[in-house]
């Protein structure tokens, strides 16, 4: 059972434009969320996150929106770099869950130079 | 500092064999978690440890099981591989457990044959 969700696989964008990665979940009880990026051959690094007393988090290029009512989260990378093209996991993670965090499966971001 | 090392690499077994996967954390990290990454699944949470107890379990079968030694160091056990147990599995340390201070390492690609 999947709790979080991440509906595209892939996605390009060209160099300098906006990439908006989504993620949805199933689990109101989610209080916590974070984005990784992955390259090849290496582990997920920590990109950015969210806790669900606010809507919006920012860290330089990045920017994550969280809509609690409609259990979306999004990340925004603005402008996107040939550098950003790899793969974003959203997670998230409730108090009552301990530290057990829950992945989606992830999406594929292309940035065309 | 040292990253998160995660022996072997690469790791090829046949049905029915078992594997141990070994995970050094950040000196200092005392939460070591265990997650699995298949094509389609993300990353499913196999378990953590915390200052040599399991403090938390995914829904994986009994066959995988792990440990946490006094150095914080950590093994994962795979017993009677099944073909389905192909996949990265990707350790992360973190001072307390918490996600956003997961640093993960490059991962175990373990094939079953």
């Known amino acids: 059972d999947q709790q979080v969700k991440q509906n595209s696989p892939s996605l390009s964008v060209q160099e300098g434009r906006i990439s908006i990665l989504n993620c949805d979940y199933t689990?109101?009880?989610?209080?916590?969320f974070l984005w990784y990026k992955k390259y090849p051959a290496e582990g997920p690094t920590f990109l950015i996150s969210?806790?669900?007393?606010?809507d919006k988090n920012e860290d330089g290029r990045f920017t994550v929106f969280l809509n609690k009512s409609a259990k979306h989260l999004s990340l925004h990378i603005v402008p996107s770099q040939p550098g950003d093209s790899a793969v974003y996991f959203c997670?998230?993670?409730?108090?009552?869950?301990?530290?057990?965090?829950?992945f989606g499966t992830g999406t594929s971001l292309t940035v065309i130079p | 500092k040292a990253g998160v090392t995660q022996t072997p690499r690469y790791l090829i077994k046949t049905r029915g064999q078992q594997v141990t996967l070994s995970c050094s954390p950040i000196?200092?990290?005392?939460?070591v978690s265990w997650y699995q990454q298949t094509p389609g699944q993300g990353l499913q949470f196999l378990f953590e440890?915390?200052?040599?107890?399991?403090?938390n379990k995914g829904n994986f079968p009994g066959r995988f099981s792990g440990r946490q030694f006094s150095n914080s160091r950590s093994e994962m056990n795979v017993s009677t591989l099944e073909l389905g147990d192909s996949a990265l599995y990707l350790c992360?340390?973190?001072?307390?457990?918490?996600?956003?201070?997961?640093?993960f390492g490059s991962g175990t690609r373990l094939t079953v044959v």
């Open positions: 992360a340390s973190s001072i307390s457990g918490t996600g956003y201070g997961y640093t």
């Open positions: 689990n109101s009880m989610f209080d916590y």
């Open positions: 969210i806790s669900s007393i606010k």
């Open positions: 997670a998230a993670s409730a108090r009552d869950t301990g530290n057990q965090f829950y």
């Open positions: 000196s200092g990290h005392r939460s």
């Open positions: 440890y915390f200052s040599e107890t399991q403090r």
